[in-house]
């Protein structure tokens, strides 16, 4: 049983896309996390949320809390956005569970 | 302001052996948490500590252990390696622990480079 879902499980897309990655959960959260992960294994927290929008940048994270959703956008994509992006959540049990990652390449 | 600290980077392992990795957090966060990650399982919650002691703890078995000192510095240690046991083992810093609810960025995690260990 999966705690976390996400998808798409891989996502490439042309330089200057709208993209789009969803995260769905089954537990009760406290707080969910999008974290970045690129090759070699250096992970960077991009937003920590426990209700409604942030943005960064070009970033923005959503969360629906009755939905049990979050998602990721990435507006005007670039090819130093390429990077695995995850989806964590603790829960209200102080447990921390993972997505599988999403796996982003964009082409110039 | 330095980042979060691991030692080693890398190691190597015999099955049998143990290990012991070291986190040094951001100055100031008293919650380290670590992570096992591995192509087949992904990340993987170890555990947590804040304020020396620890908060909650991962399905991993009894031969992953772990400790905060009081200078939050934690280590992990794993007993009887197993091929298995091969992976990145990532530490995370914050000020209040990852799980808690309010969205203060008090909890944001700061990710250490990881310990990246081969069991042969």
């Known amino acids: 049983k999966n705690e976390v879902e996400q998808s798409p499980q891989n996502l490439t897309a042309q330089e200057g896309e709208f993209i789009t990655i969803n995260c769905s959960y089954s537990v009760g959260i406290s707080a969910l996390h999008w974290l970045q992960q690129h090759p070699g294994g250096g992970i960077v927290s991009l937003f920590m949320l426990s209700s409604g929008k942030k943005k960064h940048g070009r970033l923005i994270a959503t969360i629906n809390i009755q939905e049990k959703h979050s998602s990721l956008h990435i507006t005007a994509s670039h090819p130093r956005d390429s990077a695995v992006y995850i989806c964590a959540v603790g829960d209200t049990g102080n447990q921390f569970y993972f997505g599988t990652g999403t796996s982003l390449t964009v082409i110039p | 302001k330095a980042g979060v600290t691991q030692t080693p980077r890398y190691l190597i392992k015999t099955r049998g052996q143990q290990v012991t990795l070291s986190c040094s957090p951001i100055s100031g966060h008293r919650s380290v948490s670590w992570y096992q990650q591995t192509p087949g399982q992904g990340l993987q919650f170890l555990f947590e500590?804040?304020?020396?002691?620890?908060?909650n703890k991962g399905n991993f078995p009894g031969r992953f252990s772990g400790r905060q000192f009081s200078n939050s510095r934690s280590e992990m240690n794993v007993s009887t390696l197993e091929l298995g046991d091969s992976a990145l083992y990532l530490c995370a810093s914050s000020r209040q622990p990852p799980g808690t609810g309010r969205s203060t960025g008090a909890n944001v995690l700061t990710f250490g480079a990881g310990s990246r260990l081969t069991v042969l």
């Open positions: 500590y804040f304020s020396e002691t620890q908060r």
